[in-house]
């Protein structure tokens, strides 16, 4: 089955702990992004890749890195999270840029 | 720098009423635009997208949207809404420029359909 696939769907953890959300497509997508999702302000775009080792900023990038090694896989780490980065984060993957892009179930951050 | 806007954040509508949700976008060139549904404690599903060509874009669950360059507007529109339609529904607009590309979102209408 076709999917985006995130982990984990539930975290809780504390000032400063790093944490790695993985996100995984099985489609062979070139385009991979991801998203926080807060109430009122719709989704915000974070960082997104073209292809292997390309990677690029979005809206709101601060306090996020990305990595894309592999086509599959496009991890989003937070290296010292804050309580303000608590939301709910969306990895998503596409055929090229302008493509249609299929949404991973998302992730509920809690950062304490 | 492109932007979406949708007017309402929340809709009300009767079953197998019709049905309008609003968007307009900013940007310069010509824009990809999509409409997105997402239920509650779900992802995002795609509706419908437009690229170039009819502006009248047919899409998934019976619903359209119209692309109009002059109002730089692609409202979402369907005849007969059901119970199941219940959702918060997104416009967004894709740029491409080069090798750019980002996907802004509209803040959302949340849908509710009153038996």
């Known amino acids: 089955e076709a999917q985006v696939t995130q982990n984990p769907r539930y975290l809780i953890t504390v000032t400063g702990k790093k944490l790695t959300v993985t996100c995984s497509q099985n489609m062979n997508h070139e385009y991979m992004s991801w998203y926080r999702q807060d109430p009122g302000l719709g989704l915000r775009q974070i960082y997104y890749?073209?292809?292997?080792?390309?990677?690029d900023k979005g809206d709101v990038p601060e306090g996020y890195k990305v990595s894309r090694k592999e086509k599959r896989n496009f991890p989003l780490i937070l290296e010292s999270p804050s309580p303000n980065q608590t939301s709910l984060y969306f990895c998503?993957?596409?055929f090229g840029a302008g493509g249609t892009q299929y949404f991973g179930p998302g992730t509920r951050l809690l950062v304490l | 720098a492109q932007s979406v806007t949708q007017p309402d954040i929340h809709i009300t509508v009767s079953e197998g009423a019709s049905l309008e949700l609003r968007c307009n976008y900013s940007y310069g060139a010509t824009p990809y635009l999509f409409w997105y549904v997402q239920s509650p404690g779900q992802g995002l599903q795609l509706l419908l997208k437009y690229f170039s060509g009819d502006t009248l874009v047919q899409g998934i669950k019976g619903f359209e949207a119209e692309f109009k360059r002059s109002q730089s507007s692609f409202n979402l529109r369907k005849p007969s809404v059901h119970w199941s339609d219940a959702a918060e529904y997104f416009c967004a607009v894709g740029a491409l420029t080069g090798t750019a590309s980002k996907l802004t979102f509209g803040t959302g209408t949340r849908l509710q359909v009153t038996l």
């Open positions: 998503a993957s596409s």
């Open positions: 890749s073209m292809n292997v080792e390309v990677t």
